[in-house]
């Protein structure tokens, strides 16, 4: 009897064991979605709800541009530094500026002295002298050598000297001319022993390499000056942004310290090589100067390359976490899920939603996307 009941008992214990082993466990898969999809769900408190203000908003047709952001320093052109130096040598007797001085074009940078320049204006007063009375010659002896009164040869030499003074003052001219002295106010009466150093444009004195009383080489460079009409921007174009950045694009510019204030530029030339740091570079020049854009500097630039009819959302309404991107669907009363997308291009205020059909006809969070963000991790947390 005892036998048949341990028989009974132990098949009794198998039938249920084979019972509860038909009973299917979730997967580890569709644990995870659920135990995700819940974490993702935020319902709001009424303290919460009076607390984040909230306004709803759906996805949206619109006209985009993208906007490549670039970067880099400015520098300034080859042909916008001056370094200035005396056609002659001579002892500096004043210097008029400073370093950093604004300068404009024809003023005068330093006064220079030496016996040379008495000479050479006396060379030439004497030789226009001189060719007056050649002139004078030459006219006497062609009449005469016209009527046979004179020779061929005395014309000749005549003709020679007359040829070789005119060529001889119109050099003395042009030497005046280049140390800055105009030969038409000229006389014996006004000789001087100095000339000036003229700014060629204007622009600023960067480097002042002599001083007082110094005497100074033809070769030697007196003064180096800048013109701000030639500062270049050098910006890195990085590989994904190559093909969408090309010459004569216009592009705003600002630095760090006032980027509100943009001044436009045009990008004018594409160095066509990706440097190993996986950036080209373009430079660009100011459409309009902009005092305080200085050699050396660093700064950003906006480039609009392109436009497109795209769906989007406004930006606030798109979230970041862990290098993702988030909007918040209103899905019930105080209730709210957060659901991952993919942007695209944004312009600040609004943001392009790619493969946005899912999120038609549903209600996006706007103002307090974030606030709703920051208390579903802390609930998580």
Same mark, same amino acid.
């Given at each position: 009897?005892?036998?048949?009941?341990?028989?009974?008992?132990?098949?009794?214990?198998?039938?249920l064991?084979?019972?509860?082993?038909?009973?299917?466990?979730?997967?580890?898969?569709e644990n995870k979605?659920?135990?995700?999809?819940?974490?993702?769900i935020?319902?709001?408190?009424?303290? @919460?709800?009076?607390t984040?203000?909230?306004?709803?908003?759906?996805?949206?047709?619109?006209?985009?541009e993208?906007?490549?952001?670039?970067?880099?320093?400015?520098?300034?052109?080859?042909?916008?530094?001056?370094?200035?130096?005396?056609?002659?040598?001579?002892?500096?007797?004043?210097?008029?500026?400073?370093?950093?001085?604004?300068?404009?074009?024809?003023?005068?940078?330093?006064?220079?002295?030496?016996? @040379?320049?008495?000479?050479?204006?006396?060379?030439? !007063?004497?030789?226009?002298?001189?060719?007056?009375?050649?002139? !004078?010659?030459?006219?006497?002896?062609?009449?005469?050598?016209?009527?046979?009164?004179?020779?061929?040869?005395?014309?000749?030499?005549?003709?020679?000297?007359?040829?070789?003074?005119?060529?001889?003052?119109?050099?003395?001219?042009?030497?005046?001319?280049?140390?800055?002295?105009?030969?038409?106010?000229?006389?014996?009466?006004?000789?001087?022993?100095?000339?000036?150093?003229?700014?060629?444009?204007?622009?600023?004195v960067?480097?002042?390499?002599?001083?007082?009383?110094?005497?100074?080489?033809?070769?030697?460079?007196l003064?180096?000056?800048?013109?701000?009409?030639?500062?270049?921007?050098?910006?890195?174009?990085f590989?994904?942004?190559?093909?969408?950045?090309?010459?004569?694009?216009d592009?705003?510019?600002?630095n760090?310290?006032?980027?509100?204030?943009?001044?436009a530029?045009?990008?004018?030339?594409?160095?066509?090589?990706?440097?190993?740091?996986?950036?080209?570079?373009?430079?660009?020049?100011?459409?309009?100067?902009?005092?305080?854009?200085?050699?050396?500097m660093?700064?950003?630039?906006?480039?609009?390359?392109?436009?497109?009819?795209?769906?989007?959302?406004?930006?606030?309404?798109?979230?970041?976490?862990?290098?993702?991107?988030?909007?918040?669907?209103?899905v019930?009363?105080?209730?709210?899920?957060m659901?991952?997308?993919?942007?695209?291009?944004?312009?600040?205020?609004?943001?392009?939603?790619?493969?946005?059909?899912?999120?038609?006809?549903?209600?996006?969070v706007?103002?307090?996307?974030?606030?709703?963000?920051m208390?579903?991790?802390?609930?998580?947390?």
């Amino acid at each position: 009897m005892y036998f048949k009941q341990s028989i009974y008992m132990l098949g009794l214990i198998t039938l249920l064991a084979s019972c509860s082993g038909k009973k299917e466990e979730p997967t580890v898969y569709e644990n995870k979605k659920l135990a995700t999809k819940e974490e993702n769900i935020l319902r709001l408190t009424k303290d @919460q709800m009076a607390t984040i203000h909230l306004s709803t908003t759906s996805i949206q047709d619109k006209t985009m541009e993208k906007q490549v952001k670039l970067n880099g320093k400015v520098e300034m052109a080859p042909s916008a530094v001056n370094s200035l130096s005396s056609i002659m040598g001579g002892h500096i007797k004043s210097i008029n500026v400073i370093m950093g001085s604004h300068v404009s074009k024809g003023q005068v940078l330093a006064v220079v002295e030496d016996p @040379q320049f008495i000479q050479l204006q006396q060379d030439y !007063l004497v030789t226009k002298s001189q060719l007056e009375a050649a002139r !004078l010659n030459y006219n006497r002896q062609k009449d005469l050598n016209a009527s046979k009164a004179a020779s061929d040869k005395t014309f000749q030499t005549a003709q020679a000297e007359y040829s070789t003074l005119t060529a001889t003052l119109k050099g003395l001219e042009e030497k005046l001319r280049i140390i800055g002295i105009n030969v038409k106010g000229l006389s014996a009466g006004n000789i001087r022993s100095r000339i000036n150093i003229y700014a060629p444009f204007s622009g600023f004195v960067s480097k002042i390499l002599v001083n007082n009383g110094q005497y100074i080489n033809p070769s030697d460079t007196l003064f180096e000056l800048i013109n701000p009409s030639g500062l270049l921007l050098e910006l890195k174009v990085f590989e994904n942004d190559v093909n969408d950045v090309k010459v004569g694009q216009d592009i705003l510019v600002y630095n760090n310290q006032s980027p509100d204030k943009k001044t436009a530029a045009r990008i004018v030339s594409m160095v066509p090589n990706i440097e190993n740091g996986g950036a080209a570079m373009a430079v660009a020049k100011l459409s309009a100067s902009n005092p305080e854009l200085v050699k050396g500097m660093y700064i950003n630039a906006e480039v609009n390359v392109s436009s497109r009819y795209t769906l989007g959302l406004p930006s606030e309404s798109v979230v970041s976490y862990e290098n993702k991107n988030y909007v918040f669907e209103s899905v019930g009363k105080d209730t709210y899920m957060m659901i991952p997308v993919i942007v695209g291009i944004s312009d600040g205020k609004f943001t392009e939603i790619t493969k946005a059909e899912y999120l038609k006809n549903k209600k996006i969070v706007q103002k307090g996307a974030y606030s709703l963000l920051m208390a579903l991790k802390n609930k998580a947390e």
